[in-house]
């Protein structure tokens, strides 16, 4: 087995906030990321493919097409928007990491039809990244 | 698949601290021929980064598997208060009796973070430069018994 890593960026603002909580639990919670008017990152997207190389051209999956795949599913729905108004998939959910981490595994996982998605990490910031994996696959 | 992914969060610390490789069980011959340069007496330091890896289930009303604040305070007075501006052989206990290699100070982060009470310790990483790393994810077997 081969595992394949494919790293994009993009950029888009977010705010946490629940209706369900009061303004103050809201604030206590969430503190700065509670910010009505949002505030904004650069995220990096390592995307992990497993499979066996096809044995005429080597690859697990051809680059150009995980290249479009991240462009059409994730880059053109994500890059440059305000993740809470503007990405129905996070509707009714908190933008944290884990929660765009997921999914964006959910967004992936059917498109990657060479080989198989097996783990996808986004950083929100160098110090802060969420991990989603297959279940059972181990952390690899 | 009936389960969904797995979502772990990963969170990156920085302490430094100074430490000097050298093996009573060795003689000062051989601890220089096994350590070389990080046998020096006087010790050198790192700067060390801790990479924390947790995962939960993730509450529908926050969106995280842990509160960053939690996590991070834990830490702080886990291993960065204890290591930060230290010298590992002279400060910390574990390391009276054990040499701090990378290999050691991984373990001995994750043993004390392994109780952390809000998330599950998936793994423990641990930089010493950026040329060489270290993971630590407790002894699997072990682990496999206690979480059935």
Same mark, same amino acid.
């Given at each position: 087995?081969?595992?394949?890593?494919?790293?994009?960026?993009?950029?888009?603002?977010? $705010?946490?906030?629940?209706?369900? =909580?009061?303004? @103050?639990?809201?604030?206590?919670?969430?503190?700065?990321? /509670?910010? !009505?008017?949002?505030?904004?990152?650069?995220?990096?997207?390592?995307?992990?493919?497993?499979?066996?190389?096809?044995?005429?051209?080597?690859?697990?999956?051809? $680059?150009?097409? +995980?290249?479009?795949?991240?462009?059409?599913?994730?880059?053109?729905?994500?890059?440059?928007?305000?993740?809470?108004?503007?990405?129905?998939? =996070?509707?009714?959910?908190?933008?944290?990491?884990?929660?765009?981490?997921?999914?964006?595994?959910? =967004?992936?996982? !059917?498109?990657?039809?060479?080989?198989? +998605?097996?783990?996808?990490?986004?950083? #929100?910031?160098?110090?802060?990244?969420?991990?989603?994996?297959?279940?059972?696959?181990?952390?690899? | 698949?009936?389960?969904?992914?797995?979502?772990? +969060?990963?969170?990156?610390?920085?302490?430094?601290?100074?430490?000097? =490789?050298?093996?009573?069980? $060795?003689?000062? #011959? #051989?601890?220089?021929?096994?350590?070389?340069?990080?046998? /020096?007496?006087?010790?050198?330091?790192?700067?060390?980064?801790?990479?924390?890896?947790?995962?939960?289930?993730?509450?529908?009303?926050?969106?995280?598997?842990?509160?960053?604040?939690?996590?991070?305070?834990?830490?702080?007075? #886990?291993?960065?208060?204890?290591?930060?501006?230290?010298? $590992?052989?002279? @400060?910390?206990?574990?390391?009276?009796?054990?040499? !701090?290699?990378?290999?050691?100070?991984?373990?001995?982060?994750?043993?004390?973070?392994?109780?952390?009470?809000?998330?599950? +310790?998936?793994?423990?990483?641990?930089?010493?430069?950026? /040329?060489?790393?270290?993971?630590?994810?407790?002894?699997?077997?072990?682990?496999?018994?206690?979480?059935?």
């Amino acid at each position: 087995m081969v595992y394949l890593t494919r790293k994009i960026e993009f950029s888009a603002s977010h $705010l946490y906030h629940n209706p369900a =909580l009061s303004a @103050e639990e809201n604030r206590r919670i969430f503190g700065k990321c /509670n910010n !009505p008017h949002g505030h904004g990152h650069n995220y990096t997207l390592e995307v992990t493919v497993a499979g066996e190389p096809d044995p005429v051209t080597g690859m697990v999956l051809d $680059l150009k097409e +995980l290249r479009e795949i991240l462009e059409r599913e994730i880059m053109q729905r994500m890059d440059h928007r305000f993740l809470n108004y503007e990405v129905p998939e =996070l509707k009714g959910q908190i933008p944290t990491c884990e929660n765009i981490v997921r999914v964006i595994w959910g =967004l992936l996982e !059917p498109r990657i039809t060479q080989g198989k +998605l097996h783990k996808v990490r986004l950083y #929100e910031t160098p110090e802060l990244f969420a991990d989603c994996y297959r279940n059972g696959a181990g952390a690899r | 698949m009936s389960e969904g992914p797995k979502i772990e +969060l990963g969170r990156r610390y920085r302490f430094s601290a100074s430490h000097r =490789l050298h093996s009573p069980q $060795l003689s000062e #011959e #051989e601890n220089c021929r096994v350590y070389g340069k990080c046998n /020096n007496p006087y010790g050198h330091g790192h700067n060390y980064v801790v990479e924390v890896s947790v995962s939960g289930a993730v509450d529908p009303s926050t969106g995280m598997i842990v509160n960053l604040a939690d996590l991070d305070g834990f830490v702080q007075r #886990e291993v960065i208060d204890a290591f930060d501006h230290k010298s $590992l052989n002279e @400060e910390v206990e574990a390391f009276r009796e054990r040499v !701090p290699t990378t290999e050691y100070v991984c373990m001995e982060i994750y043993q004390r973070l392994k109780h952390f009470p809000l998330a599950r +310790l998936e793994r423990v990483r641990v930089e010493e430069t950026s /040329n060489n790393a270290f993971e630590y994810a407790g002894e699997e077997i072990q682990d496999r018994v206690a979480v059935r």
